[in-house]
């Protein structure tokens, strides 16, 4: 058996640092760590909920993190993540189920995850995320059609 030429190596470590990329992102928001969850994005990185209007720039991001992260108890995991790496660029996305307590609620959600990714000195950043929601309920309703009725 030979040994993985230096491109396919390099191949390697770039898919193996995105995915820890995005691990430690879950990881910072699990533990409401807005300023490390802050770090892993580009200077003028942008994050996209969805929900509101984008976050442009790591600041921007750090102090609305500062702000939602104590409201809530978010718990993320991420799964399914596929890249496509393009020199010190790549695209990626992968899939969210979410746990979340707020307000004394359990609620349940579904997502999906569109990054953009640069290399940073030896590292990579996100460029940009944008998540998208398919559902965020609470426990006891239910995602399903139906579901609600069902329990009528």
């Known amino acids: 058996m030979s040994l993985p030429s230096e491109v396919a190596l390099r191949r390697l470590l770039d ?14 928001i699990w533990r409401r760590d807005a300023d490390g969850a802050a770090a892993l994005f580009a200077d003028d990185g942008v994050m996209d ?5 984008p976050l442009v720039g790591r600041g921007a991001i750090r102090e609305a ?27 990626g996305s992968c899939n969210l189920d979410l746990r979340v307590t707020r307000d004394g609620r359990s ?4 997502g999906t995850y569109e990054d953009r990714y ?22 006891r309703e239910g995602w399903a059609e139906g579901e609600k009725g ?3």
């Open 150 to 152: 069902d329990r009528e």
């Open 65 to 91: 993190y500062r702000a939602i992260l104590p409201a809530s108890d978010f718990q993320p995991f991420l799964h399914n993540h596929v890249i496509d790496l393009d020199g010190d660029r790549a695209t």
């Open 49 to 53: 909920t969805g929900d509101r209007p």
């Open 107 to 110: 609620l349940i959600g579904s």
């Open 118 to 139: 640069v290399r940073a000195g030896d590292g990579w950043q996100f460029a940009s995320r944008r998540l998208t929601m398919h559902f965020l309920v609470p426990l």
């Open 15 to 28: 898919l193996e640092a995105i995915r820890d990329l995005a691990c430690r992102y879950a990881n910072c």
